[in-house]
């Protein structure tokens, strides 16, 4: 079965730090990856995706991930957060054959103090 | 391009009622995937339609069933309804023939429900 661990549940970072949210998968083939940004009351937008290829993507307003095959690890990074980067961020795994179909794990809610 | 949009944004419900939510797909794209949304968590996959058929579904019970239209929208239905039935429902569209086969998944601003 396919499952996704977020470990932290609450992040709190100061505007311009540095940023990493953690991603785990497990998947019994090779994965399609996500990162979802949703801000409150709102829906899912999609900032990056690992299909194939090269293992550090980049994605929208400065976001970047690295999939890591031995560590079933797709890690979020931003170098410089703004305060407009508060929201909940979603990883998810998907099907090759199936970008309609993903498993979410639980998000990771980041605060942003000025 | 409209993108996916969904009706209503917000939705009341009594306990026992049924209730219909509906989606309308991303321009071009040919399947729709709902997704339940609780609060505190992730999205949860409900199914998925593609040609007017449930293609897949998750673990949730027969009192969640949905419906695809040639326009290639959809509409999910539940009955019987839970207070634990309170969620976000969100749907996503996305193409499973057709050149922007399976770029990623498009998803809607999603139906607040609340079950009292």
């Known amino acids: 079965a396919q499952s996704v661990t977020q470990p932290d549940i609450h992040i709190t970072v100061s505007e311009g730090a540095s940023l990493e949210l953690r991603c785990n998968y497990s998947?019994?083939?090779?994965?399609?990856l996500f990162w979802y940004v949703q801000s409150p009351g709102q829906g899912l937008q999609l900032l990056l995706k690992y299909f194939s290829g090269d293992t550090l993507v980049q994605g929208i307003k400065g976001f970047e991930a690295e999939f890591k095959r031995s560590q079933s690890s797709f890690n979020l990074r931003k170098p410089s957060v703004h305060w407009s980067d508060a929201a909940e961020y979603f990883c998810?795994?998907?099907?090759?054959?199936?970008?309609?179909?993903?498993?979410f794990g639980d998000g990771t809610t980041l605060t942003v103090k000025p | 391009d409209a993108g996916v949009t969904q009706s209503p944004t917000h939705l009341i419900k009594t306990r026992g009622q049924q209730v219909t939510l509906r989606c309308s797909p991303k321009s071009g794209h040919d399947t729709v995937s709902w997704y339940q949304q609780a609060l505190g968590q992730g999205p949860q996959f409900i199914f998925q339609y593609y040609e007017e058929e449930e293609r897949q579904r998750g673990n949730f019970p027969d009192r969640f069933s949905g419906h695809q239209f040639p326009n290639y929208s959809s509409e999910l239905n539940v009955n019987a309804l839970l207070l634990g039935d309170s969620a976000l429902y969100l749907c996503?569209?996305?193409?499973?023939?057709?050149?922007?086969?399976?770029?990623?998944?498009?998803f809607g601003q999603g139906t607040r429900l609340t079950v009292v």
């Open positions: 998947y019994g083939a090779t994965p399609y």
């Open positions: 998810a795994v998907g099907a090759r054959t199936n970008a309609g179909k993903s498993t």
């Open positions: 996503a569209s996305s193409q499973l023939q057709g050149p922007q086969l399976n770029t990623e998944a498009f």
